[in-house]
């Protein structure tokens, strides 16, 4: 075949070619698409349908990155006046710890880089292509050239394509051509040398479907597609730092300039008390290392890392980093109802046809297996005329596909709009064949649907008296109707009976059904596709379709831990206001007071009417997605953190405002994915709750260090500065202080950012925006933790002193009580109100084995002779261990009275 004999990269003008000279240069037909060992082979010989992975970073350059901190930079500047005033031991330890530390967080940088590519192998689009004679879904890497591309709103456009067959078709270029307008395609030939932004008979890689379906044959695929010709430009991008990392990176600068403060008053104390000037420099470098929390920028990257691994874990895979600490601090979720509330199985219950008799619909989901019955519980034996036309057009006006498994009627394939599954099968109900009736009534022209106009047509021949079908909202097509189907006759639709429809229909919702309106008209030619208002006064109702999308089992105690969170659920649907009501009722979501506004009454408000509206308002209805965007403003503009669900392609501008656009995975476009921050495995609205919880974990984890962290930096410096002020010598040397901040805390700092949530996380209130990393509460816990850390090792050191220890022995016992206190204080880091012995102590196997390893490596700085030189240690005996123990043990006694009292605080509060 001629496509075998050339490649994909030959830059065919396959624009210059008709759709029969495209067809045949890959030998492909139309109805029937490749085969799939066809499209084995060609993946074969043109590769996958990607473009090359940016090229991760090497071990080195990770490595390397570990030392680009100014926290960091100022320890090499201590090393370096170390070194140059003689102290080389001191100098190469200082060097020696920040290298080790910076291969300890390369390796976990490493990891958690592993662990998101492996999450966004995930998120792996997928392709409705024919193969095989039929509609399937492909990963969109093994789409070949030859392959026929089914396009629909929504979809991104898998590969570069020659268009075969387009209704209304609208393809958004801005990604490739920079044309912010969608362009209108067409399947006729082109000039060959016709510029690439001017060819509309060809899709490319990177567009996507705003409207319109259409059939394109891929001519090219990965790299060689012009969106691939231009990706190297975007290979080097850098990602910005999140909001997280701004805050850590401004809060080691006013770190930086207080060790500077402080190495001046140190200088200035020391030349006032006449101490040498080299013991004083060295002893000003001891307090600059002692303020310096080198262990907090690795534990925020790993603990990014795990929150992220944690939410995979509950569904909801995040797309980008800076929504894991935004999520801590979400006030408000905008969440659609289809799929994400309720179960997104549709299931038709009930019909109401023109003559006044009503229907129910007995069984659920997409199993056939269920009758069609009067209300008073007869199934007669034929069904009226009315309601087999009613059924067949509802699968004429429908583009989804139900396979029914011969003999076995539970076991069927579903593709397309749940809505649209679900009217064949009632069709299939009432004993149709949707298949023998799209055969026998082929469409040859329609108005795809557009959710701004809520309505559908399609034009078929030798349809009964017309040749166009129409399904949409009741309101539109009572707009477009001007009699009813009664009885086989068309009865004139006056305003009495407008009246009387408009009541079924809210009863029909008011019972939390969605309510769609099915008519026929005799058009005979399809007006342009902005031209539903064509259709104004041509159309004939048949009846009003009544299905129902139950909620999900766990929603109703996901909204409740919202409650409790202080995060406002609010329902934004295209639904029926009544309907989406009854839902939000059943589920909790509506508060009492509160109320619902559709999208009609919402384009009369002004924002300053909207916004004061805003916090009685519990369901938006009917709104299209363009006003998801007004909704998300309107909450933001308040000062809301606003989390937004989407699927369409029109929610992008919503998912991309908001602080946390959530996609749905299962019923998400391709373009509502790529516009998010989230994407919701299994469209449930539980677990965006989850991950918000997950949300909240991480964030306090990170406090958790920088509580653990910060305490014993201020606790180091209180030691040096108050013994420089009695006139003693440091008690700790500065490679004894960078043992204790580096390896001491790096073995349990890590460790501390995998503790498991306290189960209380949905029962706090959301992190303020922009809140500072040490919050008040924080602020009070340092001004117990750290008097009692520096009290008990400049307490031990003193007394020691005075009773005529030798300094080395006395100094190695201060510097092992310091590390002794901060083996207990990250036992109380773990909560703020928990006791220790409450909380489960092998809940973070993680930290247990920080804590051992800790320990191990003191006891070996502390008694292994080759060490003791180089730390300026010396051996002690067991019954001086134990004392430490008990007095390294009071910070952990203090904060445990602390706990308590606050525990009793609150109890008092809530029985007032």
Known sequence: MRASQTTPDSKECWHNYSTDQVLTSFQVDLSSGISSQEATQRLQTFGPNALPEARRRSWVAVFVDQFKSPLIYLLFVAAAVAAALGHHSDAAVIAAVVIVNATIGALQEGRAERSLLALRKLADQQTRVVRDGREQVVSTRDVCPGDILVLEAGNAIAADGRLVYGSALRVSEAALTGESAPVGKTIETIPRDTMLADRTNMVYSGSHVTAGRGLAIVVATGIHTEFGRIAELAENAKQPKTPLEQRVAAFGRVIIYVAAAMFGLIITIGWWRDIPIGELIMVAISQTVGMIPEGLPVAMTVALAVGVQRMSARKAIVRRISAVETLGSTTVICTDKTGTLTRNEMTVTALWLPNQTWWNVTGTGYCPRGVIQLRDGETPAEYPSGLKLLLSAGVLCNDAHLSVTDSVLDQVTAVGDPTEVALLTLAYKGGLDPAVIRTQFPRTAEIPFDPADKVMATWHTRFENGQIVVKGAPEVILGLACAVHRNGEDVPLDTHLAAEIRVVANTMASNALRVLAIGIGDISSCPTPDGVSDLAGKVGLLGLVGQIDPPRDEVYTAITRCHAARIRPVMVTGDHKLTGQAIARSLGITRPGDTAIDGAELAQLSDAELATRLDTISVFARVHPAQKLRIVDAYQTQGQIVAMTGDGVNDAPALVKADVGVAM?????????????????????????????????????????????FSTSIAEVVVLFLALLLGYPPPLAAVQILWNNLVTEGTLTVNLVMEPGEKDEMKRRPVVRNAPLITRTMWLRILFMTPTLAFATLGWFLVRLNAGVPFAQVQTEAFTVLAVCEWFNVLNCRSETQSVFNRNLFGNRWLIAGLVVSNLLQLAVVFLPWLNSVFHTVPFGFQEFLLIGLVGSSVLWVEEGRKWWVRRRDTRSRMV
């Not at 709750?689 to 306090?700: P, S």
């Open 665 to 709: 995975g299962i019923t998400g476009t391709d373009v509502a994915k790529e516009s998010s921050k989230i994407v919701i495995a299994d469209d449930n609205f539980a677990t965006i709750v989850d991950a918000v919880e997950e949300g909240r974990v991480v964030y306090r984890n990170i406090q958790k260090v920088v509580l653990y962290l």
